[in-house]
């Protein structure tokens, strides 16, 4: 069986500081992943995803994720935070037998000025 | 275009009757998903649809759980008598194929009394 453990349940962060959301992840075949937000009051967003091919995956507003198989992680990066990158990210995996997404509990990131 | 529709977006039911939640996926998408966002755990899936089969319901809870599409379009979740522990925001998606990136609902906050 698949599972994802995000072990930080919130980050607070002053606004253009650095920021890594922690996510390991574990199964037992190839695995596809993925970094979705959810913004206060909205429905959640895919960030990235990682399919195959370059291990460094980058989303339109600068965070990126790089899949690393020998750890089983898939840590989200950012290195200037803003105020409107406050959400919740949630870290998932699927793999080509299972269609469903498997999601870790989240991550609540909070950026202060 | 439009995006992935829920309704309603609010649902407040005494225990023991029965709700219906519907889902509109985004006009030509095969696949449609089914999740429960709640306090205590997390994101899980529920079931999903290829066309208007579902291939896996490994996710629906109980037998009170149940699922239908019709048309290749519309879903409908159904719950029946209602338990306090049903009480979560039920989110569906949709994508174009499998594998594809699913597009999320705003979702249905269902609040059993």
């Known amino acids: 069986a698949q599972s994802v453990t995000q072990l930080d349940s919130q980050v607070p962060v002053f606004e253009e500081a650095p920021v890594e959301l922690r996510c390991n992840y574990s199964?037992?075949?190839?695995?596809?992943l993925f970094w979705y937000v959810q913004y206060p009051n909205q429905g959640l967003q895919l960030l990235l995803k990682y399919l195959s091919g370059s291990t460094l995956v980058e989303s339109i507003n600068g965070f990126e994720a790089e899949f690393n198989k020998s750890q089983t992680s898939f840590h989200l990066r950012k290195p200037s935070v803003h105020i409107s990158d406050t959400a919740e990210y949630f870290c998932?995996?699927?793999?080509?037998?299972?269609?469903?997404?498997?999601f870790g509990t989240g991550t609540r990131l909070l950026v202060s000025p | 275009g439009a995006g992935v529709s829920q309704s309603p977006s609010n649902k407040v039911t005494e225990k023991g009757k029965d709700v219906e939640l519907r889902c509109d996926p985004i006009s030509g998408h095969t696949a449609l998903y089914w999740y429960r966002q709640s306090l205590g755990q997390g994101l899980e899936f529920l079931i999903y649809f290829q066309g208007n089969s579902a291939p896996d319901k490994s996710g629906l809870p109980s037998d009170r759980f149940s699922a239908e599409r019709t048309g290749g379009s519309v879903s409908t979740l159904t719950i029946q008598r209602t338990q306090q522990e049903d009480s979560a925001v039920y989110l569906c998606?949709?994508?174009?194929?499998?594998?594809?990136?699913?597009?999320f609902g705003p979702g249905t906050r269902l609040t059993v009394t």
């Open positions: 998606a949709s994508s174009s194929r499998i594998l594809d990136e699913q597009y």
């Open positions: 199964s037992s075949v190839s695995v596809y």
């Open positions: 998932a995996v699927t793999n080509a037998g299972f269609q469903k997404l498997v």
